[in-house]
C-alpha cells in the first residue's frame, strides 16, 4: 500500500505504509508511543499509568529506505 505522503529526506512521493513491532514479553505486537518524558519506576521500568498512548503508524520510502512515524491514533 503506497500513500501521496512526501519523504523528509529525499523528496521521494509513494510511501510504504507499515508498522513498528514490538515483539517484548507482554507486548499487544505493535509498539505505541507515550505522552511525556520518560520517567522510571523503581525497578527501572516507565512509568506509564494515566498517560495517553497512541498507536504508532510508520511508512517507509522505497527509494531511500527512510522511515516517516505518526502517531495520530489514540489506543488508550
Known amino acids: ?4 505522503l512526501r ?3 529525499c523528496g521521494n512521493t509513494g510511501l510504504d505504509q507499515g508498522f513498528v ?3 517484548g514479553q507482554g507486548s499487544v505486537g505493535y509498539a ?4 511525556g518524558p520518560l520517567e522510571r519506576g523503581p525497578l527501572g521500568g516507565a512509568k506509564r499509568l ?3 498512548r497512541f498507536q504508532i503508524d510508520a511508512f517507509r520510502c522505497p527509494h531511500c529506505g527512510h522511515l516517516e512515524l505518526f502517531a495520530s ?4
Open 50 to 52: 494515566g498517560r495517553p
Open 21 to 23: 513491532e514490538d515483539s
Open 7 to 9: 519523504c523528509t529526506h
Open 73 to 76: 491514533r489514540q489506543t488508550g
Open 1 to 4: 500500500m503506497t500513500t501521496d
Open 32 to 35: 505505541r508511543w507515550i505522552a
